[in-house]
C-alpha cells in the first residue's frame, strides 16, 4: 500500500507559478508511475502529467510547454512545476502512483486546491 501526500497548491493570480509536492510512503516497487489529475467543479478527473522511475514524461496538451513534473532524487517525491497559469488551470490536484504490485492500480491523494484569479 502507498500512501500520498500532497502540498503546495494555492490561490494565484493568472500568469503566476506554483510547484505541488506529492510525497510517497510504505512499500515502493520498480517500476512505476507518478501522476497528477486534476478535477474543476462539473469536470471529470483528468490525467494532467505522469512520470515513471525512468523519467519517461507525458503531458496533457493544454499543460504542454507550461507545466513540469519530476520526481525527486530517492524517486519517491513528485514536483508539479506549472508557470503560466490560466484560470481554466483551477483545479483539485490529486498526486498518483501505480507499479504492478497494485495491478497498475492508482493509489491517490487527498489532493490540493489550486486557484487561478483573473
Known amino acids: 500500500q502507498v500512501q500520498l501526500v500532497e502540498s503546495g497548491g494555492g490561490l494565484v493570480q493568472a500568469g503566476g507559478s506554483l510547484r505541488l509536492s506529492c510525497e510517497a510512503s510504505?512499500?515502493?516497487?520498480?517500476?512505476?508511475?507518478m501522476g497528477w489529475y486534476r478535477q474543476a467543479p462539473g469536470n471529470q478527473r483528468k490525467l494532467v502529467a505522469s512520470i515513471s522511475n525512468h523519467g519517461d514524461t507525458y503531458y496533457e496538451d493544454s499543460v504542454k510547454g507550461r507545466f513540469t513534473i519530476s520526481r525527486g532524487n530517492a524517486k519517491r517525491t513528485a514536483y508539479l512545476q506549472m508557470n503560466s497559469l490560466k484560470p481554466e488551470d483551477t483545479a483539485v490536484y490529486y498526486c498518483?502512483?501505480?507499479?504492478?504490485?497494485?495491478?497498475?492500480?492508482?493509489?491517490w491523494g487527498q489532493g490540493t486546491q489550486v486557484t487561478v484569479s483573473s
Open positions: 498518483t502512483h501505480k507499479s504492478p504490485s497494485t495491478g497498475w492500480a492508482d493509489s
Open positions: 510504505g512499500i515502493i516497487s520498480e517500476p512505476n508511475v
